[in-house]
């Protein structure tokens, strides 16, 4: 039900759009957004919007560099990713999970049931 698409190589201080099309009953859910997870550490939240009311929430080593954004017409969310650092470097995946959560637990992994194949950025000069 979720698709992500975008990764690649790139080097330091250069830009990526991730992007994820979700489906079936997923269009429907609160919350969506990207995890990433480099080798050796665990998945952690980056971005997340809710379908209700259009918030956003970053992780602090994103903020200002990264952009979530959605487009309902598509069923799409992308991750405009500027200025990327070598520490960027993950397999990024998208999730959703049906039901909103408070803004502490947005960036938890574990609150979110739905998961798409993850894709891979790589960021080296």
């Known amino acids: 039900q979720l698709q992500a698409s975008g990764g690649g190589l790139v080097q330091p201080g250069g830009s990526l759009r991730l992007s994820c099309t979700f489906s079936g009953s997923t269009v429907e859910h609160d919350m969506i957004g990207w995890f990433r997870q480099a080798p050796g550490n665990e998945r952690e939240g980056v971005a997340i919007?809710?379908?209700?009311?259009?918030?956003?929430t970053y992780a602090n080593s994103v903020k200002g560099r990264f952009t979530i954004s959605r487009d309902n017409a598509k069923n799409t969310v992308y991750l405009q990713m500027n200025s990327l650092q070598p520490e960027d470097s993950a397999v990024y995946y998208c999730?959703?999970?049906?039901?909103?959560?408070?803004?502490?637990?947005?960036?938890?992994?574990?609150?979110?049931?739905?998961w798409g194949q993850g894709t891979l950025v790589t960021v080296s000069s």
């Open positions: 999730a959703t999970r049906q039901r909103r959560l408070v803004l502490s637990a947005r960036l938890d992994a574990a609150q979110y049931d739905v």
């Open positions: 919007l809710s379908r209700r009311d259009r918030s956003t």
